[in-house]
C-alpha cells in the first residue's frame, strides 16, 4: 500500500510540471499572432475528442494592423504554406514578400495559391476579400485556404503550424487583408490552471512527505523494539 | 531541468523587446520622416513533433525553442504630409526614397525631411549628407523649387526666369526587410538587396511635395493599447516564472 502512495505522490508532482509547462507555452505565445493554445491531454479525457486532442482551435480575435500582406481568415480554414518539402497549415497570416518576390511568412516558410504553387507577387499587390491577388487591377492568383477532410487528422507540428495528409480547398472563404488573428490564449484560465498546477504539487509532496513519515515511524518503531 | 522557467524566461525576453519597439515609437512621434517598428512573434515557444511520424508525443517531443520577436518597418505606411511653406523642405508622397552619399560614400536612403546646402553649393540633407543627384545650386540662388517629379529649379539673383539644376530620383525596395534603420530617418540598403529606379510614371512611385514634411506614421492610440497587451503578456510571464520557481521550493522541501 504504502509503495503506491509514493507512486501517486511522483505522479502528482510530475502532472503539476507538464500542466505548468502547458501554461508555460500558452503564456509565452500569448501575444504570437495565429497561436493555437495546448490543451493540457488530462483535462480532455472527458471531453468530447476533437480533430486533435491537444489543440484549442477555437479562432482568435482578429485586429487590425493595415500590412499589405497581412491576412486573417474569417470563418474556418488554413492557409497552406510550403516549408521546405512540406507542406503546413496555418492561420497565422503575417506575409511579406521575399527577395524573389514570394510571400514568406517570419519563419520563410511559403504562402501557396489554391490550385498550388508559391504566391509570387509585386510590391503593390492588391488582395481582395476573397483571396484574390491582382496587380494593377489584373487578378493573377488566388490564396488557397484549406481545411483537413473530415477522416484526416489535423497534427500539431508547433504551436501555429499543423499537418494534415489530406485538405481540401474551402468554397468562398474570407479574407481579411490588412488584419491578423491573434492568438486564442485566454489569460484567465490559464492563471487557474497555474495556480491548479501549483497546488496539485502541493498535494503531490504532502502525500510524499506523508509515506516517509510513516516509513520513519515503522523503522523507528522496530528499532526500539528490538532494543 | 525546468520547463516553464526556461519558456516563461523566453517570454519574457521577448515581450522586452515588443516594449523597446513601442518606447522607440512613442519617442520618435515627432521625428520628420519616422517609419513605426512593428513586433510580431512567431511561436516562441513550442513542442515540435517529428513530421515523419505526426502521432509522436508532444509532451515527449524536444522543446521548439526560437525566439522570434520579428521586428519590421512599417515603410509604405504613409505618414501624413504637412506643409511648413519653407521652401528647402522636400516630402515623398508614395513609396520611394531619395538616395544620399554617406560619409564613407555609401549609398544611404532617405524618407525627405529638411534640406541643407553645403559651402560649395551641394545640395544635402540637414545633417550634410549630399543627395545622390550632386545639384549644385549657384551662391546667387534666391529661390529654390522642386517639381513633383524631382526637378530642381532656382531663381537667381539678376534673372527672373528660373534656370535647371538637375533631377532628384526616387528609388525604391523590394521589402522592408531589406533595410536597416540608422538615426535621423535614414536607411540603409542589405547587402543582398536592391534597390530599383522609379520612374515618375510607375504605380506608387510617388510625387515630392516641396514645402512640406511627412510626419512619423506612429498612432499614439494604437501604441498605447499595445503597450498594455505587452505589459499584460509580460506580467503574465513573470507570474509563470514565480510559479515554475514554487514547483522548484516544493521540490526541495520534499526531504525535511
Not at chain 1, 175 to 197: C, Q
Request: hydrophobic residues 45%; aromatic residues 4%; proline residues 3%.
Amino acid at each position: 500500500m504504502t509503495q503506491g502512495l509514493l507512486e501517486l505522490g511522483e505522479v502528482l508532482l510530475a502532472s503539476s510540471r507538464r500542466r505548468l509547462e502547458t501554461v508555460s507555452r500558452n503564456v509565452a505565445n500569448a501575444t504570437t499572432t495565429g497561436y493555437k493554445s495546448e490543451i493540457d491531454f488530462e483535462q480532455l479525457q472527458s471531453a468530447e475528442a476533437s480533430t486533435d486532442a491537444r489543440s484549442n482551435l477555437d479562432i482568435g480575435p482578429l485586429r487590425q494592423t493595415d500590412g499589405r500582406f497581412d491576412f486573417a481568415i474569417a470563418g474556418d480554414g488554413f492557409f497552406q504554406v510550403r516549408a521546405g518539402e512540406q507542406l503546413l497549415y496555418t492561420r497565422a497570416g503575417a506575409f511579406h514578400r521575399d527577395t524573389e518576390g514570394r510571400l514568406a511568412d517570419a519563419a520563410g516558410a511559403l504562402l501557396q495559391a489554391i490550385d498550388g504553387g508559391d504566391l509570387f507577387v509585386a510590391a503593390d499587390a492588391e488582395v481582395s476579400a476573397d483571396g484574390v491577388v491582382s496587380e494593377r487591377g489584373v487578378p493573377i492568383a488566388r490564396i488557397g485556404v484549406f481545411t483537413p477532410h473530415e477522416d484526416a487528422t489535423l497534427a500539431r507540428v508547433s504551436g501555429i503550424y499543423f499537418q494534415t495528409d489530406a485538405a481540401l480547398p474551402v468554397e468562398n472563404a474570407q479574407i481579411r487583408p490588412g488584419m491578423l488573428e491573434g492568438a486564442n490564449v485566454a489569460l484567465a484560465s490559464e492563471m487557474l490552471d497555474m495556480m491548479t498546477a501549483i497546488r496539485g504539487a502541493e498535494i503531490g509532496a504532502r502525500v510524499v512527505q506523508t509515506y516517509d513519515t510513516l516509513i520513519g515511524q515503522t523503522i523507528s518503531t522496530f528499532t526500539r523494539r528490538q532494543g | 531541468m525546468n520547463g516553464a522557467l526556461e519558456i516563461s524566461g523566453v517570454g519574457l525576453v521577448t515581450q522586452q523587446q515588443a516594449l523597446d519597439a513601442i518606447a522607440g515609437n512613442i519617442a520618435n512621434i515627432n521625428t520628420p520622416g519616422f517609419k513605426r517598428a512593428e513586433v510580431s512573434f512567431s511561436d516562441v515557444m513550442a513542442r515540435q513533433a517529428d513530421p515523419m511520424n505526426p502521432r509522436t508525443d508532444l509532451a515527449r517531443a524536444p522543446l521548439f525553442s526560437s525566439v522570434n520577436a520579428h521586428v519590421s518597418i512599417a515603410l509604405d505606411d504613409q505618414g501624413i504630409i504637412e506643409s511648413t511653406g519653407h521652401q528647402l523642405d522636400l516630402a515623398i508622397e508614395g513609396r520611394g526614397f531619395i538616395e544620399l552619399l554617406g560619409p564613407r560614400g555609401e549609398i544611404l536612403l532617405w524618407r525627405g525631411g529638411r534640406l541643407s546646402i553645403q559651402e560649395d553649393g551641394t545640395l544635402a540633407s540637414a545633417d550634410g549628407m549630399a543627395l545622390r543627384a550632386m545639384i549644385n545650386v549657384p551662391t546667387d540662388a534666391r529661390e529654390i523649387a522642386v517639381g513633383a517629379d524631382g526637378s530642381v529649379r532656382a531663381i537667381r539673383a539678376d534673372a527672373d526666369a528660373p534656370v535647371d539644376l538637375g533631377r532628384i530620383g526616387l528609388v525604391a525596395i523590394g521589402s522592408a526587410d531589406d533595410v536597416e534603420r540608422l538615426d535621423g530617418g535614414l536607411y540603409r540598403v542589405r547587402e543582398d538587396a536592391r534597390v530599383q529606379d522609379l520612374t515618375p510614371d510607375q504605380d506608387g512611385a510617388g510625387a515630392f511635395v516641396h514645402g512640406a514634411i511627412e510626419r512619423s506614421n506612429v498612432d499614439l492610440n494604437a501604441e498605447m493599447v499595445r503597450l498594455m497587451i505587452v505589459q499584460r503578456a509580460y506580467s503574465a510571464n513573470a507570474q509563470i516564472v514565480q510559479a515554475a520557481d514554487q514547483l522548484m521550493a516544493i521540490a526541495n522541501g520534499l526531504r525535511r
